[in-house]
């Protein structure tokens, strides 16, 4: 018998197919890229930008650094690059529904809301909206 693990540590329940990953995946994706230019509308930064191409997400916040968010469909994986916290990788997790970093248990949804609402001085709260 193994030891139990510690409350709230959080791994992968199963390893995803390939469509699905590709399914969830893609839906964060298109989730945070209209999410992303909805917030563009609504604040003045100089230097705002949101780039989607081929699977990577950038964006932009002028002096306050560049998000890189993508898939890493090898991995089965998002990875992000914060210009607060630096690199992360996020599993997704069939038990919670979302995208959870393993290493520090955060989801990725949370810890952007975090760090964007620090950054452009607003509450934001970025959440699961599609069917997971």
Not at 38 to 61: K, M, P, Q, T
Not at 89 to 109: G, N
Not at 122 to 130: E, G, I, M, T
Request: with cysteine; charged share 25%.
């Amino acid at each position: 018998m193994t030891d139990p693990k510690p409350p709230g540590e959080l791994t992968p329940e199963r390893t995803l197919t390939e469509s699905e990953y590709h399914k969830h995946a893609d839906e964060l994706m298109d989730y945070l890229v209209d999410t992303m230019e909805g917030i563009g509308e609504e604040v003045e930064l100089a230097g705002f930008d949101v780039v989607y191409a081929s699977g990577v997400l950038n964006l932009s916040l002028g002096d306050h650094g560049t998000y890189v968010i993508n898939k890493q469909p090898p991995n089965k994986q998002i990875w992000l690059s914060s210009p607060v916290s630096g690199p992360k990788r996020f599993d997704y997790s069939p038990l919670a529904k979302s995208w959870i970093c393993l290493r520090t248990t955060e989801d990725i949804l949370d810890l952007l809301s975090k760090e964007l609402s620090a950054l452009l001085q607003r509450p934001l709260k970025f959440a699961y909206v599609y069917d997971m």
